[in-house]
């Protein structure tokens, strides 16, 4: 079993700044992508950021220049720096792990409960 902890999600003027962590824990024997994603109300869950176990990231095109992605593989954690927030980025933001699990060495793909993200005007 692996299991996701978010955290860092809240309500924060157009032009802040939030940072979301994501730690994993459980039966881990390698963690692969680590990646965030998030859903607007009526819309569909998209891909925002993600990260490779050897460092190279992927945004989407609409948050590039403002959001960072980066891990810290010692604590299996994933971080998403946030700047220049827009109303537009108001979402429940979740964190997904991809990885081989110990014991095993069977493939898993988790995903965390999603944590809110509001951007006032």
């Known amino acids: 079993q692996v299991q996701l902890v978010e955290s860092g999600g809240g309500l924060v003027q157009a032009g802040g700044s939030l940072r979301l962590s994501c730690a994993a824990s459980?039966?881990?024997?390698?963690?692969?992508?680590m990646g965030w994603y998030r859903q607007a109300p009526g819309k569909q869950r998209e891909l925002v950021a993600v990260?490779?176990?050897?460092?190279?990231?992927n945004y989407a095109d609409s948050v590039k220049g403002r959001f960072t992605i980066s891990r810290d593989n010692a604590k299996n954690t994933v971080y998403l720096q946030m700047n220049s927030l827009k109303p537009e980025d108001t979402a429940v933001y979740y964190c997904?792990?991809?990885?081989?699990?110990?014991?095993?060495?069977?493939?898993?793909?988790?995903w965390g409960q999603g944590t809110q993200v509001t951007v006032s005007s």
């Open positions: 459980g039966s881990i024997f390698s963690i692969n992508a």
């Open positions: 997904n792990v991809e990885g081989i699990r110990r014991i095993s060495f069977t493939p898993f793909n988790s």
């Open positions: 990260i490779t176990s050897g460092g190279s990231t």
